[in-house]
Structure formats: structure tokens, C-alpha cells
């Protein structure tokens, strides 16, 4: 059995990052350059994003897809720090956590305890 936070970080975080680069680079005249800097990746990974080389193996609701659009946009509007960004990107995590996509997709697996954890500090 796979923890919450193994099926988090092998599929669900690598197809966040790709829907943000897509929704960065077709819907908001993004370079990969400009994504890389603004996810603080590499261009090589952001092209694998976009190329659906990584992070293809998870389809999201309508929810969560505008749920990252939301995001993309606050990336876009602010100048915000890496924490801050870690934070917007745990936000989108526990949004698709709360959507029921786990326990669609990885029978078994609960809601990250660490999160709620976090979340009541």
C-alpha cells in the first residue's frame, strides 16, 4: 500500500505543475523560460510538462482545473516568495485531496493527516 503522500508526490503534484504550465504558457502567453522562473523549475522540466512527458497520468474535475487557474493567476499577478508559492501549491494539493479524486483513484489511501495537521497550528 502507498501512503497519501507517495500517491501525492508521484502523481498528483508532477500533474499540478503540468496543468500550471500549460494553463502559464496557452492561456497566459507564458515562455517555458518565464514558467521555469516563475515555478522555480527547469525549462527541461517544464517542456516535459507541457509535452505530457510528466505529470499526464492524473485527469482533474472542472473544479480543480479552475482551482489551478486561480493559482496560475496569483503567480502571475504577484511577486511572491518561495514559501508562498509552497504554500499556493499545497492549497491546489489539498483541494483535489478534498475533491475525492484519492479516493477514486488510490483506493485505500486517506486524506494526508499531515496537512490537517498543519493546517490547525
Given amino acids: 500500500m502507498k501512503t497519501t503522500c507517495e500517491v501525492m508526490v508521484q502523481k498528483v ?3 499540478i505543475r503540468a496543468e500550471l504550465s500549460r494553463v502559464l504558457i496557452f492561456e497566459h502567453g507564458c515562455t517555458q523560460q518565464d514558467v521555469a522562473e516563475i515555478l522555480e523549475l527547469s525549462r527541461a522540466a517544464v517542456s516535459q510538462y507541457v509535452s505530457e512527458k510528466r505529470g499526464a497520468e492524473v485527469d482533474f474535475s472542472m473544479e480543480t482545473q479552475g482551482e489551478i487557474r486561480r493559482f496560475a ?5 504577484k511577486e511572491l516568495s518561495s514559501q ?12 483535489v485531496q478534498k475533491s475525492g479524486w484519492l479516493y477514486k483513484n488510490a483506493p485505500g489511501v ?3 493527516s499531515i496537512c490537517g495537521d498543519i493546517d490547525s497550528e
Fill in 73 to 77: 493567476a496569483v503567480l502571475l499577478d
Fill in 110 to 112: 486517506e486524506s494526508c
Fill in 13 to 15: 503534484l508532477p500533474a
Fill in 84 to 95: 508562498e508559492k509552497v504554500q499556493g501549491m499545497c492549497n491546489v494539493c489539498k483541494f
